[in-house]
């Protein structure tokens, strides 16, 4: 191994602001059915969408149930993190929330305005006026907008009928319509087995349908993180009506996509370096047979909100750091080795946090070194923590390499496949060798205090197809 690779520079996120809507679900004594016409109650619910960062403990608080009545009602475990864009079910008690004053809804992808006046209850015009939009035409993904609270009484959304098919599940369709599968349970209690049949008629909210702002042959396009913020991580899961490959780019960057028949997901990252605005996202499918349809979608990347960290260094690790040409040598190591696709997806879920210890140092902070023209962005997240403590692969993948650098000490490159790569700086030993497959929770090293640092700790470090971004979303967020 080449010693070269350094500290670069991008991301964290901040949460996700959300949007909650009601909807009127018919519940009869047998449970709810797309053809009863004439319902024995109706009981109020309420759909709630995870923003990111937020957990079910403040979720319950603001709607005044408790956690425990909440993860019952979902069929949530007992330690089931919730997930940004995950829907959530709140039981009864929440129809007399306030809507009073100004809510706030956040615009989905390939929505048009028209779509997002229906689910906040408003007409059309009366969103435009209000949010003094003059183009309607070119509504940007992941705007928040804000909806008169005198008109605003939650939107009504019906139930819709859904059919199985042959190759659905209870998890498929719950993936597909974003809710819990005992979420879906719940709105049709008249299935007992969760084994669904070909031909069974389901219902599910209205609003949660994901084919109704689509043309063919996009049947559904769901994207985690809106709105997307410089140096984090974006998921996506597309469905089409018919089977072929799709292919994505957006700031100037082709994003490899995993297309297996109708089923399209693909994993990236938003540079650090990225000023906020707005900015085109293209997909394109390909049948192979002749059948190319183009989708281009305004979306917004929203200022993240960055501290400035101010570092002084001792003239020893200063001068180290003005050796421009190690301190570029790295940079290249890490960008190169931390780079490139194979389709395998090792990782299942959340990550794991590769050490114990508390978080000194978060990603994507602005350094200023010594007061000079010394300057960069974190390019991980440091936990410090005593040297000799041990260092575990936070999912499963392979190792990519080891070794000892100048500025980074002794290090351990993971790949977990799609384009997803981690890094571990500064470590005192290191417990794998290059080729090495890993499982999550594997031990990979200890913490030590190697190369350019000036206390014991462990920088952890993650690379998604090219794009340095913060790893710790990955402790809250799953992806594709």
């Given at each position: 191994?080449?010693?070269?690779?350094?500290?670069?520079?991008?991301?964290?996120?901040?949460?996700?602001?959300?949007?909650?809507?009601?909807?009127?679900?018919?519940?009869?004594?047998?449970?709810?059915?797309?053809?009863?016409?004439?319902?024995?109650?109706?009981?109020?619910?309420?759909?709630?969408?995870?923003?990111?960062?937020?957990?079910?403990?403040?979720?319950?608080?603001?709607?005044?149930?408790?956690?425990?009545?909440?993860?019952?009602?979902?069929?949530?475990?007992?330690?089931?993190?919730?997930?940004?864009?995950?829907?959530?079910?709140?039981?009864?008690?929440?129809?007399?929330?306030?809507?009073?004053?100004?809510?706030?809804?956040?615009?989905?992808?390939?929505?048009?305005?028209?779509?997002?006046?229906?689910?906040?209850?408003?007409?059309?015009?009366?969103?435009?006026?209000?949010?003094?939009?003059?183009?309607?035409?070119?509504?940007?993904?992941?705007?928040?907008?804000?909806?008169?609270?005198?008109?605003?009484?939650?939107?009504?959304v019906p139930l819709e009928p859904v059919r199985v098919r042959a190759e659905d599940s209870l998890a498929s369709l719950a993936l597909r319509y974003n809710l819990a599968p005992t979420g879906l349970l719940w709105l049709n209690q008249k299935i007992e087995n969760p084994v669904l049949l070909p031909g069974m008629t389901l219902v599910v909210p209205?609003?949660?349908?994901?084919?109704?702002?689509?043309?063919?042959?996009?049947?559904?396009?769901?994207?985690?993180?809106?709105?997307?913020?410089?140096?984090?991580?974006?998921?996506?899961?597309?469905?089409?009506?018919?089977?072929?490959?799709?292919?994505?780019?957006?700031?100037?960057?082709?994003?490899?996509?995993?297309?297996?028949?109708?089923?399209?997901?693909?994993?990236?990252?938003?540079?650090?370096?990225?000023t906020p605005g707005i900015y085109p996202m293209s997909l394109v499918f390909d049948d192979g047979a002749g059948i190319i349809s183009t989708l281009i979608q305004p979306v917004l990347i929203q200022d993240a909100g960055y501290e400035t960290e101010r570092v002084q260094l001792s003239p020893d690790i200063e001068q180290v750091l003005t050796d421009?040409?190690?301190?570029?040598?790295?940079?290249?190591?890490?960008?190169?080795?931390?780079?490139?696709?194979?389709?395998?997806?090792?990782?299942?879920?959340?990550?794991?946090?590769?050490?114990?210890?508390?978080?000194?140092?978060?990603?994507?902070?602005?350094?200023?070194?010594?007061?000079?023209?010394?300057?960069?962005?974190?390019?991980?997240?440091?936990?410090?923590?005593?040297?000799?403590?041990?260092?575990?692969?936070?999912?499963?993948?392979?190792?990519?390499?080891?070794?000892?650098?100048?500025?980074?000490?002794?290090?351990?490159?993971?790949?977990?496949?799609?384009?997803?790569?981690?890094?571990?700086?500064?470590?005192?030993?290191?417990?794998?060798?290059?080729?090495?497959?890993?499982?999550?929770?594997?031990?990979?090293?200890?913490?030590?205090?190697?190369?350019?640092?000036?206390?014991?700790?462990?920088?952890?470090?993650?690379?998604?197809?090219?794009?340095?971004?913060?790893?710790?979303?990955?402790?809250?967020?799953?992806?594709?």
């Amino acid at each position: 191994m080449n010693p070269i690779a350094h500290e670069s520079r991008y991301p964290r996120l901040l949460g996700v602001l959300l949007c909650t809507v009601a909807v009127s679900l018919l519940w009869g004594r047998g449970g709810v059915h797309a053809q009863d016409q004439q319902p024995a109650a109706s009981i109020p619910v309420m759909i709630h969408i995870v923003a990111d960062g937020e957990t079910l403990d403040q979720i319950a608080v603001q709607y005044r149930v408790a956690a425990a009545d909440l993860r019952a009602f979902n069929g949530l475990g007992d330690l089931a993190p919730v997930l940004p864009g995950q829907r959530l079910l709140i039981p009864g008690t929440a129809n007399g929330r306030e809507t009073a004053g100004i809510s706030l809804i956040m615009t989905r992808f390939a929505e048009t305005l028209d779509v997002v006046a229906g689910r906040s209850g408003v007409t059309a015009q009366r969103l435009a006026e209000f949010n003094r939009i003059v183009n309607p035409g070119a509504l940007p993904a992941g705007v928040m907008l804000a909806v008169p609270g005198s008109d605003y009484q939650g939107p009504q959304v019906p139930l819709e009928p859904v059919r199985v098919r042959a190759e659905d599940s209870l998890a498929s369709l719950a993936l597909r319509y974003n809710l819990a599968p005992t979420g879906l349970l719940w709105l049709n209690q008249k299935i007992e087995n969760p084994v669904l049949l070909p031909g069974m008629t389901l219902v599910v909210p209205a609003a949660a349908s994901p084919s109704s702002v689509l043309d063919a042959p996009w049947e559904s396009i769901v994207f985690s993180g809106l709105p997307f913020q410089p140096g984090y991580s974006v998921g996506a899961r597309i469905t089409t009506s018919v089977p072929g490959t799709v292919r994505a780019m957006f700031l100037d960057l082709d994003i490899p996509v995993n297309s297996t028949g109708t089923e399209h997901e693909l994993i990236f990252g938003i540079n650090r370096r990225v000023t906020p605005g707005i900015y085109p996202m293209s997909l394109v499918f390909d049948d192979g047979a002749g059948i190319i349809s183009t989708l281009i979608q305004p979306v917004l990347i929203q200022d993240a909100g960055y501290e400035t960290e101010r570092v002084q260094l001792s003239p020893d690790i200063e001068q180290v750091l003005t050796d421009r040409d190690l301190v570029q040598g790295e940079i290249n190591y890490v960008e190169t080795t931390m780079r490139g696709y194979r389709p395998e997806k090792d990782w299942d879920g959340v990550f794991l946090r590769p050490s114990l210890g508390l978080l000194t140092s978060r990603f994507g902070s602005y350094r200023v070194y010594n007061n000079t023209d010394l300057n960069t962005f974190h390019s991980g997240t440091d936990f410090g923590v005593k040297a000799g403590t041990p260092v575990y692969a936070p999912a499963a993948g392979r190792v990519v390499d080891t070794g000892l650098l100048d500025i980074r000490g002794y290090i351990v490159i993971l790949d977990h496949g799609r384009g997803v790569y981690t890094g571990y700086w500064h470590l005192a030993s290191i417990a794998v060798n290059p080729g090495d497959t890993v499982a999550a929770g594997q031990l990979i090293g200890t913490v030590g205090s190697t190369g350019l640092s000036t206390a014991s700790h462990i920088h952890w470090e993650m690379w998604v197809n090219g794009v340095n971004v913060d790893a710790t979303q990955w402790l809250r967020q799953s992806f594709p």
